[in-house]
């Protein structure tokens, strides 16, 4: 009666002849696992310019690719910045004839206040460039 109570012996404890167990299966595997890595490496040895040719085409290739896929973002970068500076072309053109505009406006109302407000607003370079040069005296540079 003692025996049922106390856990089972080691010793006594019945094994199952039905086969591997858990250990023996996870052993089997690591040796055809060995078993095959010593194959690769036997073969290699035998065919190791083969491989290292091979490896070297791939990084080529690769490289290549690579090298081509960035040609074409270059291309399409440097198509649109073209396009960009068209655009940016036009936009300056565009501002430069509305302030034109404005300033032509301005001496038609022949307000002098509007006039003054747009020189200090876009600056003396929209009325340089339609003065014609004069050949009198130059004024005196104050500070």
């Known amino acids: 009666m003692e025996s049922s109570s106390s856990p089972p012996d080691i010793k006594t404890t019945p094994t199952s002849n039905n086969g591997p167990t858990e250990a023996n299966r996870k052993m089997g595997f690591v040796e055809n696992a060995m078993r095959g890595v010593r194959s690769l490496s036997n073969t290699l040895k035998r065919h190791e310019n083969y491989v290292i040719h091979l490896v070297l085409v791939g990084a080529f ?7 081509l896929d960035r040609q074409h973002q270059i291309d399409a970068l440097e198509a649109e910045r073209v396009s960009l500076e068209q655009e940016n072309k036009g936009l300056k053109k565009r501002i430069w004839n509305l302030k034109q505009g404005m300033l032509e406006e ?38």
């Open 61 to 67: 290739v690769s490289l290549s690719m690579r090298s």
């Open 106 to 143: 301005a001496t038609k109302q022949d307000d002098r206040n509007l006039i003054v407000r747009l020189k200090a607003l876009f600056g003396d370079s929209i009325v340089q460039e339609n003065k014609p040069d004069s050949t009198g005296p130059k004024p005196k540079f104050v500070v």
